[in-house]
């Protein structure tokens, strides 16, 4: 199998903005669930606030990995047809049911955690992949003068004619 990753062509500008609404839409999301959140991971706010973790570490972390996520989502969509908002949604969802939803319900069967919880986390990061699919799946990168130029000499052409 010969897939070309030369047609993919990463907007590190849709990448960064598709992280930074996953990353608010998380710290949205897991404000309006965080005492369930809590309940489900048998954990108190107090425990939550004297865990002694440094939150740059978090913050830093769940950035990173949503730009990864959304750059993976970026790749998906390029090599699997044209660039748009619904393909992005698609990749999103499908990505999010096949690797995402599979892992962490193995995950939790397995550690006797409640299906609250896995509603929780998996609710996020349906929303969070749909979202970055969206943003990545929309964002066209203009193109450069030198891929614009064969395009341009075409019209010229067409013109003439």
């Known amino acids: 199998m010969n897939i070309e990753l030369s047609r993919v062509r990463q907007n590190y500008w ?6 930074a609404a996953c990353f608010l839409f998380e710290a949205v999301w897991y404000s309006i669930f965080l005492q369930p ?11 939550l606030m004297g865990a002694g973790v440094n939150p740059n570490l978090q913050y830093a972390t769940a950035l990173v990995s949503a730009a990864v996520m959304a750059a993976a989502i970026s790749c998906i969509i390029q090599l699997t047809g044209p660039q748009t908002v619904l393909r992005g949604i698609k990749a999103g969802v499908l990505l999010w049911l096949g690797f ?33 699919g969206a943003i990545v799946g929309g964002w066209k990168r203009k193109g450069t003068a030198l891929e614009a130029a064969p395009r341009v000499e075409k019209k010229l052409e067409s013109m003439r004619s």
């Open 14 to 19: 849709a990448i960064l903005v598709a992280a």
């Open 37 to 47: 959140w809590l309940n489900g991971i048998g954990r108190t706010r107090g425990w």
């Open 100 to 132: 995402v939803l599979t892992t962490c319900s193995t995950e939790y069967v397995f550690e006797v955690r409640p299906f609250s919880l896995l509603g929780i986390n998996a609710g996020f990061w349906l929303g969070g992949m749909i979202l970055m």
